[in-house]
């Protein structure tokens, strides 16, 4: 019995972790995360845009769109993902380095974005020094942060993981064979320690509660979110914050 409830769980979080993960979901999310920033800012164009931590360059095609150029910067791409990028915005740039030492100028940029990375960062308060290092004044900073105690471990799919003890969970996630999960995640800063960091050289404009959009939860389950969305409990316990910041 408790093997079969174990299954079902893990089935359960992967699933929804897939969803929020792959496909048109991840446009998805990278709209609503766009649609947040825009609430806040006059600055959705411009000459420069350059998004940190850029995986499937999704971020970067739906950020970027009204930029003269935009750069995006990872430890690796794929080429299928530059190919579909480039279809929709034909002059992005990509470059694979170090967000610890961003290859470009300083001032360079209206914009930077870090979606979906701070937490894979080895040392966060140096790549956030260097994100305000290639950012004009006056340019934005736009950072997800991602919420450690929200009940699905985004990157493994497993549910209340920062819940349990430190030692059983890393017991468990290597028994569970998300050994990987160690040189992947860093930490979980949060946004008084990311405000922490930033306090010499930028105000914060404005922090946001992210909300999964209904459309990237696994659709058996959709109904029971849009109930927990309605109760409020996820502007207590959200999935991660987007925080904004312009550079002084």
Do not use: C
């Not at 290639?134 to 819940?163: A, D, M, S, W």
């Not at 990311?194 to 696994?218: C, G, M």
């Amino acid at each position: 019995m408790v093997n079969t409830l174990n299954k079902a769980m893990m089935s359960f979080s992967k699933s929804l972790w897939r969803s929020a993960t792959e496909g048109d979901h991840v446009a998805v999310r990278a709209t609503y995360y766009e649609s947040l920033w825009k609430k806040v800012t006059k600055k959705n164009s411009g000459k420069n845009y350059l998004d940190i931590g850029a995986g499937g360059l999704v971020n970067s095609v739906t950020f970027g769109k009204n930029f003269a150029k935009t750069y995006a910067l990872d430890t690796s791409f794929s080429n299928d993902d530059i190919s579909k990028a480039q279809s929709v915005l034909p002059s992005i740039q990509t470059a694979v380095g170090d967000a610890h030492k961003l290859p470009y100028a300083d001032q360079m940029f209206d914009v930077v974005t870090m979606i979906s990375v701070i937490e894979h960062l080895k040392i966060p308060e140096k790549a956030l020094r260097e994100a305000m290092r290639v950012l004009r004044i006056n340019g934005e900073l736009v950072v997800q942060i991602q919420n450690k105690y929200f009940p699905v471990e985004t990157h493994t799919g497993l549910v209340f993981v920062y819940y349990l003890p430190g030692f059983f969970r890393k017991w468990l996630l290597r028994k569970l064979g998300y050994g990987f999960y160690f040189e992947m995640v860093s930490g979980f800063p949060t946004p008084r320690e990311i405000s922490k960091y930033l306090e010499d050289t930028a105000n914060l404009k404005s922090i946001k509660e992210v909300i999964l959009p209904v459309e990237i939860i696994p659709f058996k389950m959709q109904p029971i979110y849009t109930l927990v969305i309605k109760t409020g409990i996820v502007k207590v316990m959200p999935h991660s914050w987007l925080a904004v910041y312009t550079k002084r």
